[in-house]
């Protein structure tokens, strides 16, 4: 069982920066293999894949925030983080950290929300122009 908690979602204007932290509290092995992932949905869209990274620690960027949003763990793993920098308003959504147990590694592209169980309650991210 996993239980993940997010935090740190705000209002910032255009060009600031957000530090988004998902607690994560599991009942497995901290050697378990899995993949953390930041998700979006901004009202009347659908949720889209952020970032992911797996079990050894190679991360997956969606083409829209590549070179902007940083995804890392702590040594522990027991906090996800989603640094963004050079905010859009256009980044504006409710975001949500998800796990997939039994992933290695987090594959190219976007991560995919349907081959993630475990989910957030997620944490607004407002952007203003």
């Known amino acids: 069982q996993v239980q993940l908690e997010e935090s740190g979602g705000g209002s910032v204007q255009s060009g600031g920066s957000l530090r988004l932290s998902c607690a994560v509290s599991?009942?497995?092995?901290?050697?378990?293999?899995?993949?953390m992932g930041w998700f979006r949905q901004a009202p009347g869209n659908k949720r889209e894949g952020v970032t992911a990274i797996g079990s050894i620690g190679r991360a997956t960027y969606a083409d829209s925030v590549k070179g902007r949003f940083t995804i890392s763990q702590d040594d522990a793993k027991t906090t996800l983080y989603l640094q963004m920098n050079s905010l859009k308003p256009e980044d504006t959504a409710m975001y949500f950290c998800?796990?997939?147990?039994?992933?290695?590694?987090?594959?190219?592209?976007?991560?995919?929300?349907?081959?993630?169980?475990?989910w957030g309650q997620g944490t607004q991210v407002t952007v203003s122009s």
């Open positions: 998800a796990a997939r147990w039994g992933c290695l590694d987090a594959g190219t592209g976007p991560p995919v929300p349907s081959l993630f169980e475990y």
């Open positions: 599991r009942d497995t092995s901290p050697n378990a293999k899995y993949c």
